[in-house]
């Protein structure tokens, strides 16, 4: 018997490799970027700070890696945001649904730019409307309207998720969701792939 023989009978041998995908995140700071990634990598999240450049993240789902390029939310920062986009196959955005009106309009703004940037606008959008755990929080609804998603993102791929880090079943859900979106663009990219 040979060991390749063997190995299959006694060994579970290496898992199916999974499909990773590049994906970029955005967010005004306090939106809660750093503190989801955190928890989704089942990291502590005593130390985090507001990201001030960017940092990568390796996060690992049942199906597929995302590799999250997250970007600083500050006012100095995100006008260089665009300066990341090369390469990303998807786009994660996270708003605080309990901020003040201005930071809301902030938010509109930056998911308005990205919604139509030339190196975003064909890929999908998985928007977080966090921090639903707050009292001030606005609904999907008011989020939905005010963002003005439905007339703007007509025939884009989104998903727009409530989620709070006290509710990680659904910050995963949308990230699911999300990879469906991912593989079925993926598929469509690729001729002859099953």
Known sequence: MDF???RTLCCKGPPSPRTEYDVVCVGLTGSGKSSLL??????????IIPTTGFRIKAVPFQNAILNVKELGGADN?????????????GVVFVLDSASSEDDLETARN????AL???????????????HQDKPAARSLQEIKKYFELEPLARGQRWILQP????????????FNQFINLLE???????????
């Not at 930056?110 to 730019?113: G, P, Q, R």
């Not at 989620?163 to 949308?174: I, L, P, Q, T």
């Open 4 to 6: 390749l023989c063997f």
């Open 184 to 194: 079925e663009i993926d598929q469509e990219h690729t001729p002859g792939r099953l």
């Open 110 to 113: 930056e998911l308005h730019s």
């Open 38 to 47: 955190t928890q989704l990598c089942s990291e502590s999240t005593d130390s």
């Open 116 to 130: 139509q940037h030339p190196q975003l606008c064909t890929l999908p959008f998985l928007i977080l409307a966090n």
């Open 163 to 174: 989620c709070s880090v006290e509710n990680m079943d659904a910050v995963k859900e949308g």
């Open 77 to 89: 920062i995100r006008k260089y945001w665009s300066r990341y986009y090369q390469g990303s196959q």
